[in-house]
């Protein structure tokens, strides 16, 4: 079990020392680095105490159990192969780190470095020990995240700004492409799981999926291992600070495409279609990434190149699949990483030291700064493959397969001399950059007079280029074990036997490694003079930007091409819209049900209820009056709504739903008093309007006629369907036997809102107090249209007939408007609030609870609005709305969290009956402060519309005040001054 | 009595189609409270039919639950009617708020060419 948890804290540990690095204050380089650094040491500690679990083939699991009943489980997976890509990520994270401290200037925010760089190495340990396919994606996606932030680090660059996105849109949509690939395979395989998936080649390959799986899968790996045509994004991330492109973009990041293609090579591999894509991409990226760098200016930029043409070998030679091929790739993978990293740190140190990366303006280092040129040049030798150096060996066994690894295809008979061809450039740019920066005379206009770093900031170098010299002379006594173990978690049984040794003789691949260095030296003497002088890239092809494309496309796709797209579909109009939406709805309820013949109503009048029939026939006509008069006498398609409203709320009481019929009659009121307050905002209609009788519009409405027919009709014919239909099995008698048992309550619709499904209260209560404060925030910058600001053409009416007559003062017909019932109205305030309380406290055993309890109540400060107005209510009432919402929601969720308490899930309740005095039995579930809050939420947000909305009569009349009284003032000035 | 319903319920739900495509948005109110009438009874109407059979427990001994109706459509539409009545507030400040802006009540937010 200690190991099992060791393998999860590879992950862990990055991501929480992400999270403290982000705690960090923005100066602390020292603490950040000595963190990062900590996490690093002790990632390699991790793997040092793994080591004999995996040393010889074994592999390490360990399931997180986390949705066990959908059988979502977290696996992680250890083997030699992971171990030693962990290796890397740890090993050359923490040199990284130390180096970083020293490169990243103090006016940088290093929290947010460290912290990116920890979540990356989280994330990368994540996808490298992921023993299930899709959580292997989502590390991966995460890795791309993690990249895009540390590309665009120093956001206020342009460059790198965009090189950021680039780099995120065409790694992330590899990762999509990935995504679909594991989902085919798991398909096909019956299993996400890696071990699976692993074991499964065979039936894989011969799968009629394969094809689409193995293509989604390389576009993946070739987007992050920026295979041609996907390598443009790397040239361009060089825009990150130069510790990232040592660690992402050189040494850990970019072999994940690798990584998996090596995984996957005996799954997937051994078939023409695995040897044309992979081999053929890896060659011609090498090709193409070494005959670039060549004619690079900036050094990252070279270096970027040579990273893509060293991918584009390891490509190869996953493509070619052997055994053989297998082991020099993951020794390539291990080769390049050390010898990259060390060629980045000591790029970033000669533009930490001299203000520039331009190779036309370096020159003469060696004298300047003799250690660190001696120790890149180590390293350049080895990128060029110089023998004695850890890039020769692993790039000889790449000719040898090259040579001796056949499938008779031209590919395969052009391989040797591709390679060659490709090394010659290999060796040609890594002399050019020894030549140029080192050598010749002293540099003349630097930014800044160069000298050695500070000697912590070289030790990561000086160790890397150690390794680069132990590795290329005693390969099997240093990494033979660990490539061993590797080769076996890739290969199994089908390990061959290899010779890791400098020198195998004079052969073949040695041969070709000379020809490469003299065709190599030779080359480069010819094009010394004039590369300065040439364009940034090779000469014809350079106008040739796989960004520039990039760009282009993404133009087209995210701009031009929706833009032409919403031309052509798009409507501004919202009445437009909705016609669309209204008839697609019909239309997909048409289809779904088409040919649904259980669903052939029978026609029976046998229960017709003549009673019941007049209801509707008032009821409908009601609705289809509103329909009529809902342009031009708005009140009277009120009132018609109205009698809609009641017909439902008769129906629901007819028809055994008391509580409906309750909160139906009591919503119905808060609704018309609602509307009757929007009244007052809207503008006159005649129905002179001209356009209205247009043919365009006739046919409009002809148009919408047949639509709302349609819709009726359909939802008629549904409705009788299943109403005659006998109702299947259902939840409805659990809910009916345990109400009582289990809930306390008799009135099961209330026992099921507060108790049985009262989580689902819970989130509509929630959506009641977002929509109400949603309704106060809107208005609270309310402007009313021009002609609605005045006083209602009613009043200005009533108090011009004041005015006319002689015994009565302005505004008093208004005042004294309705009043016996308003008298009445004040007197029914605590009547109300009894009949709330009532409502309230029954709801659990008969109708009632806390919606229509809540309700009432509103009610009952509504009347109290109506009944006068609103100043003299404020003065003698205190209601705060959103303090009710706020305590309803926190009693509501109180009350569920408190079950906690009790070691019982959110929302439990408990019940039972209590014995009062005088009262007697009443109900005491834990659900009723639940209905509680209920209440108070309901109350509150009702009433906080309501007078939000009927607020707004008040403000504008405020302003008319003022504007009376400014316009008295000014005339008054104006008066005087005359 | 099925028959009845589900032609009011048509009848509610045509009209308030109709209404929804109008071009006012006081017009489109009316259409959704009259929709909701409409589309609350549909769902309530799911639960079958049913006079006289109240979802009301009774306190003294074992209830036959095939007497009672299903409750389980009324705790769906309870909660609808209220919320329907949040959403109309919403749509009515926003009508208000749009008419002030841009001068008209017209659901585009302006005449008609």
């Known amino acids: 079990m200690f190991e099992q948890n060791l393998l999860l804290a590879l992950v862990l540990m990055p991501l929480a020392g992400s999270l403290i690095a982000t705690t960090l204050p923005v100066n602390a380089r020292n603490a950040e680095a000595w963190l990062a650094g900590a996490v690093m040491v002790a990632g390699l500690a991790v793997l040092a105490v793994l080591w004999p679990q995996v040393q010889d083939g074994g592999v390490l699991r360990h399931t997180v159990r986390w949705v066990p009943s959908l059988g979502l489980n977290l696996t992680f997976r250890l083997d030699g192969y992971a171990w030693l890509f962990l290796c890397m990520v740890y090993g050359i994270g923490g040199l990284v780190v130390l180096y970083a401290r020293y490169y990243m200037s103090p006016k940088d925010p290093v929290p947010r470095f460290y912290a990116f760089l920890l979540a990356f190495a989280g994330s990368m340990a994540g996808v490298l020990i992921s023993g299930n396919l899709i959580m292997l994606v989502v590390f991966w996606e995460l890795t791309s995240f993690f990249s895009f932030l540390l590309i665009g680090y120093w956001h206020h660059v342009p460059q790198a700004r965009d090189g950021a996105r680039m780099a995120l849109v065409v790694t992330a949509f590899g990762g999509l492409c990935l995504l679909a690939a594991m989902l085919v395979i798991g398909h096909a395989v019956g299993s996400y799981d890696l071990d699976k998936v692993l074991q499964s080649g065979a039936a894989l390959r011969s799968h009629r999926l394969y094809p689409v799986a193995l293509v989604l899968l ?240 070289r030790r990561p170098v000086e160790l890397l280029v150690l390794l680069c010299l132990l590795l290329g002379v005693v390969p099997s006594a240093t990494v033979g074990p660990i490539l061993n173990a590797a080769a076996v978690g890739v290969l199994g049984a089908a390990t061959p036997d290899y010779s890791l040794s400098a020198w195998h003789g004079f052969n073949t691949p040695l041969i070709m490694s000379l020809i490469a260095m003299g065709v190599g030296v030779v080359l480069y003497a010819l094009l010394a003079r004039r590369l300065p002088e040439g364009p940034e890239g090779p000469p014809l092809i350079h106008h040739i930007r796989g960004a520039r494309i990039f760009d282009r496309v993404l133009l087209l796709t995210s701009w031009k091409w929706p833009r032409v797209v919403n031309r052509l579909f798009a409507t501004e109009g919202l009445q437009m819209q909705l016609r669309i939406l209204v008839v697609l709805a019909f239309l997909a309820a048409a289809w779904s049900l088409w040919g649904a013949a259980r669903l052939v109503p029978r026609l029976s009048v046998a229960s017709f209820d003549p009673v019941f029939g007049l209801l509707w026939l008032v009821g409908s006509a009601c609705a289809l009056f509103a329909a009529w008069t809902a342009k031009y006498h708005r009140f009277a398609a009120q009132v018609a709504l109205g009698g809609a409203g009641l017909a439902t709320c008769v129906t629901y009481a007819w028809l055994s739903a008391p509580d409906l019929a309750t909160t139906q009659l009591l919503v119905e009121i808060v609704t018309t008093v609602l509307l009757l307050l929007g009244l007052r905002w809207l503008p006159r209609r005649r129905e002179d309007i001209a356009s209205d009788n247009l043919l365009s519009a006739r046919i409009r409405r002809a148009r919408d006629l047949v639509i709302a027919t349609f819709c009726g009709v359909g939802l008629a014919a549904l409705s009788y369907a299943v109403m005659t239909v006998a109702p299947g099995p259902s939840i409805a008698t659990w809910f009916l036997q345990n109400a009582y048992s289990e809930g306390g309550g008799t009135n099961v619709v209330n026992v099921i809102l507060v108790d049985f499904r009262a989580f689902d209260t819970f989130g509509e209560i929630t959506v009641l107090a977002i929509v109400a404060l949603t309704v106060f925030a809107l208005l609270r910058r309310f402007r009313p249209a021009a002609e609605s600001v005045d006083i209602p053409e009613q009043q200005r009416v009533q108090n011009a007939a004041d005015d006319a007559a002689e015994d009565r003062e302005t505004g008093q017909t208004v005042r004294d408007y309705l009043y016996v019932p308003s008298t009445i109205m004040q007197w029914m305030f605590a009547p109300i609030v009894t009949l709330a309380v009532y409502l309230f406290v029954r709801g659990h055993d008969l109708p009632g609870g806390g919606f229509s309890a809540g309700v009432t109540l509103a009610i009952a400060f509504l009347v109290q609005y109506l009944a006068t107005n609103v100043r003299q209510v404020e003065e003698r009432l205190t209601v705060l709305p959103v303090r009710w919402i706020g305590f309803g929601l926190l009693i509501a969720l109180a009350c569920g969290a408190g079950s906690f308490l009790f070691g019982y899930p959110f929302l439990t309740a408990h019940a039972q009956y209590v014995d009062l005095p005088l009262i007697g039995k009443v109900p005491a579930a834990t659900a009723m402060i639940f209905d509680t809050g209920v209440f108070a939420t309901v109350m509150g947000a009702t009433i906080l519309m309501l007078i939000a909305i009927a607020h707004q009569s008040l403000r504008s009349a405020r302003a008319r005040e003022r504007d009376r009284e400014e316009a008295r003032e000014t005339a008054g000035t104006e008066g005087r001054r005359v | 009595m099925e028959l009845t319903l589900s032609l009011a319920i048509g009848i509610l739900f045509g009209s308030g189609v109709w209404l929804l495509l109008r071009p006012r948005s006081y017009q489109v109110i009316i259409g959704l409270c009259l929709m909701s009438y409409g589309v609350n009874l549909f769902i309530f109407s799911m639960g079958r039919l049913r006079t006289g059979a109240a979802p009301i427990l009774s306190k003294y001994g074992e209830t036959d639950p095939a007497t009672l109706t299903d409750p389980v459509p009324q705790a769906l539409v309870l909660t609808a009617i209220v919320i329907s009545f949040a959403t109309t507030a919403l749509f009515l400040v926003v009508m208000m708020a749009s008419r002030g802006l841009t001068g008209t009540d017209h659901v585009d937010g302006k005449e008609r060419e």
């Open chain 1, 218 to 457: 390389l576009i993946g790996a070739f987007t992050k291992s920026a295979q041609f045509p996907f390598h443009f994004w790397l040239p361009n991330a060089m825009a990150a600070p130069t510790p990232v492109s040592a660690y992402l973009h050189s040494a850990t990041m970019v072999k994940m495409g690798v990584f998996l293609l090596i995984r996957f090579s005996p799954v997937l591999g051994g078939t023409p279609l695995w040897f044309w894509l992979v081999a053929g991409t890896g060659l011609a990226t090498m090709v193409l990434g070494a005959v670039v760098a060549l004619f690079r200016h900036d050094l990252k930029g070279l270096l970027a190149y040579s990273t893509i043409s060293h991918l584009g070998l390891i490509t190869a030679l996953a493509g070619i699949g052997s055994p053989v091929a297998i082991v020099a790739a993951i020794f390539h993978v291990v080769n390049h990483a050390v010898f990259k990293a060390s060629l980045f740190m000591a790029a970033g140190i000669i533009d930490h030291e001299t203000g520039t990366r331009d190779m036309r303006r370096l020159s003469g280092l060696m004298r300047l700064m003799p250690f660190t040129s001696a120790l890149a040049i180590i390293a350049a030798a080895a990128m060029a493959g110089v023998p004695l150096l850890n890039g020769f060996i692993s790039k000889e066994t790449f000719f040898a397969e090259a040579v001796e690894w056949h499938n008779g295809t031209w590919l395969d008979d052009s391989m040797p001399y591709i390679a060659t061809f490709a090394s010659v450039f290999s060796v040609a740019y890594s002399l050019r950059f020894i030549h140029t920066v080192f050598f010749g005379p002293a540099p003349t206009d630097l930014p800044k007079t160069p000298h050695e770093p500070a000697a912590w900031m």
